[in-house]
């Protein structure tokens, strides 16, 4: 009776862990339903005023006299011969591909440099980089437009030698972005590992830079690069006082003589500039990490 007893009493062995065994926690479930609230209400916020823009491009204005919609002045922008909307865009988004470049060449080499062999270096350079948020474009393109109106450098005298002081210019007001985008890419991966790697086969540090790290912290770059496109296409400041004939001072001039037109003009550029930066996210994602010496 006494081992009957005990192998009654005996019990299986997951039912100890089973006893006292907390219910399935709600909390993650919980978590992403306001996590998607949170998403949903951010996304009205940006989306309505694009709705209401829209409808006011089409001649819908508020008050009691409210004309019939229609897409007339949105072909006012585009079909109009006059218009100056695809030739100012596209100036812009050269504008805004050689900034991209240029800002990239600086950038790269300076922030791989400091993380691989001068890390303590590296609160100087994240100050320098933001000092774009600390000089107002205003004083910044007054000096500009003095230190290159003369000798030696008088690039303000031609339209080509401007949009060379433009593009530096927004290469500059690109630094804060460029930079943190391309420190976190560098964060992500072990240079040190994959620098030794490619010199011990061979790579000088051209080939190291354009060959092991470029690949590798391809997404950081495409993050800088949207967000030095997106500056230079809605940039006026410098660009007005630099007379130069990019999208920013159109838009405005355009704002101060007609009514609806802006409204459609910002709906469309904001079309193709989010069209733009889906060309660039496709064109990135082409091929394979490529970690050392060209080895997939």
Same mark, same amino acid.
């Given at each position: 009776?006494?081992?009957?007893?005990?192998?009654?009493?005996?019990?299986?062995?997951?039912?100890?862990?089973?006893?006292?065994?907390?219910?399935?926690?709600?909390?993650?479930?919980?978590?992403?339903?306001?996590?998607?609230?949170?998403?949903?209400?951010?996304?009205?916020?940006?989306?309505?005023?694009?709705?209401?823009?829209?409808?006011?491009?089409?001649?819908?204005?508020?008050?009691?006299?409210?004309?019939?919609?229609?897409?007339?002045?949105?072909?006012?922008?585009?079909?109009?011969?006059?218009?100056?909307?695809?030739?100012?865009?596209?100036?812009?988004?050269?504008?805004?591909?050689?900034?991209?470049?240029?800002?990239?060449?600086?950038?790269?080499?300076?922030?791989?440099?400091?993380?691989?062999?001068?890390?303590?270096?590296?609160?100087?350079?994240?100050?320098?980089?933001?000092?774009?948020?600390?000089?107002?474009?205003?004083?910044?393109?007054?000096?500009?437009?003095?230190?290159?109106?003369?000798?030696?450098?008088?690039?303000?005298?031609?339209?080509?030698?401007?949009?060379?002081?433009?593009?530096?210019?927004?290469?500059?007001?690109?630094?804060?972005?460029?930079?943190?985008?391309?420190?976190?890419?560098?964060?992500?991966?072990?240079?040190?590992?994959?620098?030794? !790697?490619? &010199?011990? $086969? @061979?790579? +000088?540090?051209? /080939? =190291?830079? %354009? #060959?092991?790290?470029?690949?590798?912290?391809?997404?950081?770059?495409?993050?800088?690069?949207?967000?030095?496109?997106?500056?230079?296409?809605?940039?006026?400041?410098?660009?007005?006082?630099?007379?130069?004939?990019?999208?920013?001072?159109?838009?405005?001039?355009?704002?101060?003589?007609?009514?609806?037109?802006?409204?459609?003009?910002?709906?469309?550029?904001?079309?193709?500039?989010?069209?733009?930066?889906? !060309?660039? &996210?496709? $064109? @990135?994602? +082409?091929?394979? /990490? =490529?970690? %050392? #010496?060209?080895?997939?």
């Amino acid at each position: 009776m006494t081992q009957g007893g005990g192998a009654i009493g005996m019990r299986a062995p997951g039912a100890l862990e089973s006893v006292g065994k907390p219910a399935p926690d709600e909390k993650p479930r919980r978590g992403a339903l306001w996590a998607w609230v949170i998403f949903g209400l951010g996304f009205l916020y940006f989306f309505l005023p694009l709705v209401a823009t829209f409808e006011f491009a089409l001649g819908h204005p508020t008050g009691p006299v409210k004309p019939e919609p229609s897409l007339r002045y949105y072909e006012n922008v585009v079909l109009d011969p006059r218009s100056e909307f695809f030739p100012r865009l596209l100036f812009s988004f050269g504008v805004a591909i050689a900034t991209i470049i240029l800002s990239i060449a600086i950038i790269v080499p300076t922030a791989y440099w400091v993380r691989l062999r001068l890390p303590r270096l590296r609160p100087i350079v994240e100050f320098i980089t933001l000092m774009p948020f600390v000089i107002p474009p205003v004083v910044a393109v007054f000096g500009l437009i003095r230190t290159f109106s003369g000798p030696p450098f008088p690039l303000m005298d031609t339209t080509f030698g401007s949009t060379i002081v433009l593009v530096g210019a927004y290469t500059i007001l690109s630094f804060p972005y460029m930079y943190r985008a391309v420190d976190t890419g560098l964060r992500a991966i072990d240079i040190q590992s994959l620098t030794e !790697a490619a &010199q011990s $086969l @061979g790579a +000088g540090w051209p /080939r =190291i830079i %354009v #060959g092991v790290i470029f690949p590798n912290i391809r997404v950081a770059l495409l993050s800088g690069a949207f967000l030095t496109l997106a500056i230079v296409i809605g940039e006026y400041t410098m660009a007005s006082f630099l007379g130069s004939k990019t999208f920013g001072p159109y838009l405005s001039l355009l704002g101060q003589n007609k009514a609806f037109e802006p409204a459609g003009v910002s709906i469309i550029s904001f079309g193709l500039t989010w069209i733009a930066m889906g !060309a660039i &996210q496709f $064109l @990135g994602r +082409g091929g394979q /990490r =490529i970690q %050392v #010496g060209g080895a997939r």
